[in-house]
């Protein structure tokens, strides 16, 4: 059974900086892609940074500039470095695997920013 778990998710104040990390357990043979996703209070879940296996990276909008994606592809585990954090990235962040016949995702970690 593959499973996905995160960690790293606290409070922070705004301006500070949070790294999260998600390692992938179990019996995954091609991991096609890795990432990040985050769902705030009353919002649908939304892309925050993408790295597909040839080494390609997407973000969304409102974290370009601001958070980096990485992958020890060795290890099976995803980063994702925030800077200049906001009170708007408050959310649950999720991280996303997607092998050859299907999609995995953990079960988040909070994040949460204060002014």
């Known amino acids: 059974q593959v499973q996905l778990v995160e960690s790293g998710g606290v409070l922070v104040q705004a301006g500070g900086s949070l790294r999260l990390s998600c390692a992938v357990s179990g019996s995954i043979f091609s991991i096609n892609a890795m990432g990040w996703y985050r769902q705030a209070p009353g919002k649908h879940r939304q892309l925050v940074a993408v790295a597909t296996s040839d080494g390609s990276t997407s973000y969304g909008d409102s974290v370009k500039g601001r958070f980096t994606i990485t992958t020890d592809n060795d290890k099976k585990t995803v980063y994702l470095q925030m800077n200049s954090l906001k009170p708007e990235d408050t959310a649950v962040y999720y991280c996303?695997?997607?092998?050859?016949?299907?999609?995995?995702w953990g079960q988040g970690t909070q994040v949460t920013v204060s002014s």
């Open positions: 996303y695997v997607r092998g050859d016949l299907a999609d995995f």
